[in-house]
């Protein structure tokens, strides 16, 4: 019992703890990074993982809000994931579920752009954390449940034992890789329905549920995530000592 009050005691002091701004050095650093990390195929093919896990936990959540019963997440090991739910098969929410996925990377990139800036680096780990948690309980494959162990255990380690400075940087780079990596995802769609066709998307299943073609949803794909880049890259400079 000792044990357990250290760790929440711990854990508690991180979601109030205040970091002060990075220096120059660290912000552009992280920011390049980030960017190499995106851009940068051979790496970007693993990190992708993480842009698909929160891609899949969109779909979960707006799934969950809109009153649909969640039946499980799947990962695969082309960085493709799969997010099933019970309901009706068409309606807003079904629309709304089905959106869900491009936008999440960028929802929680800005999000966690506004903490870090504000000096909660910490508590943007710490909510990392518990996202992957939840993720854990909903998924339903051998190759996902991997991921998200690894992807977790990477977290907690950071989180529960590297240097205040590790932390810290480690959460502008998380950062700028879910900004800059949800555009890349949308762009990889574009390129994809213009290579295969093969109706499977997310773009392609609002164009059945809705009157807009695919195309559109796609636009509205990528003009979603880079608007949200711009937001992400303005909140996380603006505060920091340049």
């Not at 089905?98 to 870090?116: E, K, Q, R, T």
């Amino acid at each position: 019992m000792e044990e357990i009050g250290t760790v929440v005691e711990r854990i508690g002091q991180d979601l109030v703890a205040v970091q002060p701004a990075p220096s120059p050095a660290t912000l552009w650093v992280t920011m390049l990074i980030g960017v190499l990390a995106v851009l940068w195929s051979p790496l970007w093919r693993h990190l992708r993982h993480g842009v698909t896990i929160v891609h899949e936990g969109g779909h979960a959540v707006t799934a969950m809000l809109c009153g649909r019963r969640l039946q499980g997440i799947r990962l695969h090991s082309d960085t493709s994931g799969l997010t099933v739910s019970r309901g009706r098969p068409t309606g807003p929410g079904m629309v709304a579920t089905a959106f869900a996925g491009y936008p999440a990377p960028s929802v929680v990139g800005v999000v966690a752009a506004l903490l870090v800036a504000d000096g909660r680096a910490f508590a943007a780990l710490w909510a990392t954390v518990l996202l992957l948690a939840l993720m854990l309980v909903a998924i339903r494959n051998l190759y996902g449940l991997l991921v998200i162990l690894l992807a977790g255990g990477a977290a907690i380690g950071v989180t529960w034992w590297a240097a205040p400075d590790v932390k810290v940087a480690v959460s502008y780079v998380v950062t700028w890789v879910l900004l800059l990596g949800a555009p890349r995802a949308a762009l990889e769609l574009a390129a994809e329905r213009r290579r295969t066709r093969s109706g499977r998307s997310d773009a392609d299943q609002l164009a059945r549920l809705t009157p807009l073609p695919a195309g559109v949803w796609v636009a509205l794909f990528l003009l979603f995530t880079g608007g949200a880049a711009v937001i992400g890259a303005a909140a996380l400079t603006a505060n920091a000592e340049l």
